[in-house]
């Protein structure tokens, strides 16, 4: 069992008062892409400074690459907080040997990091005049120099066009594999995170309330076979007596509850086995944003 | 890591004021000085002397340019952070506060000394425009102790420039130091001229140690200066040790 790289146990944070996290419990597995989901004001923030020392815990433990955060080395760590901090007057060059001499690095290392975002040509031109795709593009390079073992993200690909949103997220992807890093990023573009990160972790109300690998919160989505047939009463008769559970919704709909996508041919088969008419059928599985939707309202 | 971090505040400042500024500010007093002096008869005799000139230009310098310079040149440095949230990013490497803190007070301290050399430099520049244009004559020209004087300004300037400095670092809001240097700036001709209350007046420092004619005030207003630079020293050091990155 590897030890977990980022743990935080029961971690709490108030300003002037006002606690922001209530006893938050964190365990990111080692080469994992753990997206960190929470709504506005929920603390992810807070907590993305927390990991990096910029803030203290009132209480609880924080424990980053097996250490405490305190005595964290950050060359193992690259990070975006919030928007990304660029130098404007600077040129990309400039901003990232301020990275580079401060984790003293290799001048080569400006090079490749600009190729990884594909902003070698752009190197030597003001920060000022460049996008804001470009600009977090840049931010990233910044945080990925140095190949750290861990990656701290706050919404990595905002402001990126499609393709751009694309290729960041090959890259996050490919990190764990390519670089042993891990990478923690938090996000509300939900569709993104559901096609790089490997476990989520959902915060509100200043705790996790939930945690668990992406294939593992697939299992738990409840995934739907909405049927139009001639009488949902027989079929779902029939379905039952099949091992189906099912909810009639109208005289004519109704829905199989949690079919894996290869029972649509068995029940189908059943139905007009039969003599159920079957006119559609149309399977349903929730994304990670209505996953993540429901689990706001049923905390609400 | 100091000098890492010192190089990295300089290439910050790249493309900014700071060098301008460093320039402009002296340039400003001795312009002002040059036009007086070109407006009024001066008589040459036996008794003519460079040290007026030197003097009123330090004189100047110390009591009205040179605590707004130190006033803008801290602002500027840490507004760089301001602006962008850059303390963050800053604090997201490995390095120390304590360090970035003395970072940026160094860097500062060395656009004052840059700024203390161009007045040096156009002060002599002036000098020559009196030497050709009005008939002052060059003798006596460098018998001003300049370097002495501006040993001592590199000392005496300390705590005026630290206080600036955290003040710079504490708020976000660019009108805090400036209001700060200006409104202490307005001060020091009153306080520095009484005899009991410049001790109490770091504003009022630069000039006691340059321009006060008895030695031992002199010597009280560089040992004060030194004192209270090593407190602030300390103070600031457990101040940006212990502060949380908000912004």
Known sequence: MHTPIIHVQNATKSFSALPVLKGLNISVPQRSVYAFLGNNGEGKSTTIRMLLGLLRADSGSIQVLGKDVAQLDKRQVGAIIDAPVLYAHLTAREYLSITRSIKNLSKSEIARVLELVSLTKAGNRKISTFSLGMKQRLALAQALMGDPKLLILDEPTNGLDPQGMQEIRELIKQLPEQSDTSVFVSSHLLDEVEKMASHVGILRGGKLVLESSLEHAYKQMTSTLKLDVCSSQKAAEVLKVAGYQTVQETPSSLNVLNPVFEQIPDVTACLIKKGVQLFQAVYHKPTLEQWFLSSNKQGA | ?247
């Open chain 2, 1 to 247: 890591m100091f000098l890492t971090l010192l190089k990295v505040e300089l290439l910050k400042t790249k493309r900014t004021l700071a060098l301008l500024i460093m320039f402009a500010c002296p340039l400003m007093v001795v312009t002002l000085l040059g036009l007086m002096s070109f407006n009024q008869e001066q008589v040459i005799d036996e008794s003519f002397s460079w040290q007026h000139f030197w003097f009123s230009t330090t004189a100047i310098w110390g009591y009205f340019m040179l605590p707004l310079y130190i006033a803008l040149v801290t602002a500027l440095l840490n507004q760089t952070e301001h602006k962008v949230a850059g303390w963050r990013f800053m604090h997201a490497l490995p390095l120390s506060a304590v360090n970035l803190f003395w970072a940026k007070a160094t860097l500062a301290w060395l656009y004052l000394m840059g700024a203390c050399l161009a007045l040096y430099v156009f002060t002599l520049g002036m000098s020559g425009l009196l030497v050709a244009f009005k008939g002052w004559p060059s003798a006596g020209l460098f018998d001003f102790p300049y370097w002495q004087n501006m040993l001592k300004t590199a000392v005496a300037a300390l705590p005026i420039l630290l206080i600036q400095h955290i003040v710079s670092w504490r708020f976000a809001n660019i009108v805090a130091p400036l209001a700060l240097g200006v409104i202490a700036t307005m001060g020091i001709m009153q306080v520095s001229s009484s005899k009991e209350h410049w001790f109490y007046y770091p504003w009022s420092y630069v000039l006691v140690a340059n321009n006060n004619q008895n030695p031992e005030t002199i010597g009280t207003a560089l040992t004060l200066s030194a004192v209270l630079a090593v407190v602030l020293m300390l103070v600031g050091s457990v101040w940006a040790h212990k502060r949380q990155v908000l912004a």
